[in-house]
């Protein structure tokens, strides 16, 4: 029962959480405003709403049809039955329960800012596919992970240290965002056959295949380009520019997804995804810490 909990909570997609607050944390320690308390309590703010809209996703992807037997992937534990839609449901607010505790330190520390974060961050979270109108059946899915898991992560990061989002902030979202975006295409690109077959309108339904992969692509050298554009322009820390080493790293990620239909394929590429985000993260929380 443990795995299947854990297979829910999609361990894949979790870099999407850490990713921006390693960095905004990184800007924070090059700072000197650096603290551990903090940085704790943001972690686990995020990691519980990652957590808690990979269940909900679950819970509503089924409901709605969308994770049948033809779905390519590892299985969806309420679609196959190996969970209950309430005890999923169940779950999904007890993560965003632990998610509002660890809110609770933020607001002490850094006011009501952080209140408003992540009232709007759990609205979203549970709307991409759950409620009347789900954003993620209207191709809508990848402008608020960019938003939310880039812009507002990685700044909101920053901000609850000392109350202030300075531009390198706002800057190195662009690189957080765009790959974490591209974690999101390759899910759905993985999945474009069975999702517009149950209604479920993603922007790779709506792109086509073709379109998809060019956009795939654009996410992924967009992150290396604008980091270093930025760093070339003094943007932001010049010691950031460690995370360029990883370009290499993407090459055959981006192939894959021009060249291969193949369900396995894309989900090795979705890992691979994500373990390029979190080590390109890694890397500019370092070079922020450096300055």
Partial sequence: MFRIWVDAARPATLPAAIVPVLVGSGLAAGDG?????????????????????????????????????????????VATGLVTSRAMWVATWIAV???????????AVAGWIVAVIGVISTVAMLGYVGGPR???YRGLGEVF?????????????????DNTAPLDAWFLSIPVGLPVTAILV??????????????????????????TRTLFATLIWGAFASLFVLVIAGLVPLATGIALFWAPWAAPLVRTVATETDG????????????????????MAVGATLG
């Fill in 264 to 283: 396995a394929k894309l989900i090795g590429v979705l890992k691979g995804v994500g373990r390029l985000h979190l080590l390109m993260g890694i890397s």
């Fill in 134 to 136: 789900p954003y993620g």
């Fill in 145 to 161: 992970v960019f938003l939310f898991f880039g812009v507002v992560a990685t700044v909101g990061t920053r901000y609850v240290y």
């Fill in 97 to 107: 329960f632990v998610g509002a505790l660890a809110a609770v330190y933020l607001i």
């Fill in 33 to 77: 405003v650096f603290r551990w308390g903090v940085f704790a309590a943001v972690l686990v703010a995020a990691l519980a709403i990652q957590i808690g809209a990979n269940f909900a996703n679950d819970a509503s992807d089924a409901k709605r049809g969308a994770d049948t037997e033809d779905r390519v992937g590892p299985d969806r534990a």
């Fill in 186 to 211: 390759a899910n759905n690109i993985r999945d474009i056959e069975t999702d517009a077959a149950a209604g479920k309108r993603t922007l790779a339904v709506i792109l086509g295949r073709d379109r």
